[in-house]
C-alpha cells in the first residue's frame, strides 16, 4: 500500500545516504491539518544538486510507501506502534 500526500513541510537537518551521494534525508514535519502533522525522516532525491539549510520551509508532493512489514499505520507516534490491538502480543 502506498500513498501520495502534498502540503506545507518543514524539514530540517539535511544529511547525505551513504552509498548514494545524490540522495538526502531529513526529518520533518508535514501539516496535515488542524491538529495533525506527519513527522518522519524524509528521503529527497537531489536530481540537480541544490543545496539546503539546516532548517526551511517548503511544499512538498511526497510518496508514502511502508518500509517495515509490521509497520502500524494507526500510530500517532514517530517512534512506532505504542500497543494497539493488532500489535499488542508481538
Known amino acids: ?3 501520495t500526500i ?22 520533518g514535519q508535514m501539516w ?7 513527522a518522519g525522516k524524509f528521503r529527497f532525491f537531489n ?7 539546516d532548517v526551511g520551509h517548503y511544499v512538498a508532493w511526497i510518496h508514502v510507501c511502508p518500509l517495515l512489514k509490521f509497520a502500524c499505520i494507526a500510530s500517532n507516534s514517530v517512534l512506532g506502534c505504542k500497543g494497539c ?6
Open 32 to 38: 496535515m491539518g488542524l491538529g495533525n502533522t506527519l
Open 85 to 90: 490491538s493488532e500489535h499488542q502480543t508481538r
Open 6 to 27: 502534498s502540503g506545507p513541510i518543514v524539514l530540517e537537518n539535511p544529511r547525505s545516504v551513504e552509498g548514494s551521494p545524490r540522495s538526502i534525508e531529513f526529518d
Open 1 to 3: 500500500m502506498a500513498a
Open 47 to 53: 536530481s540537480d544538486d541544490l543545496t539546503f539549510d
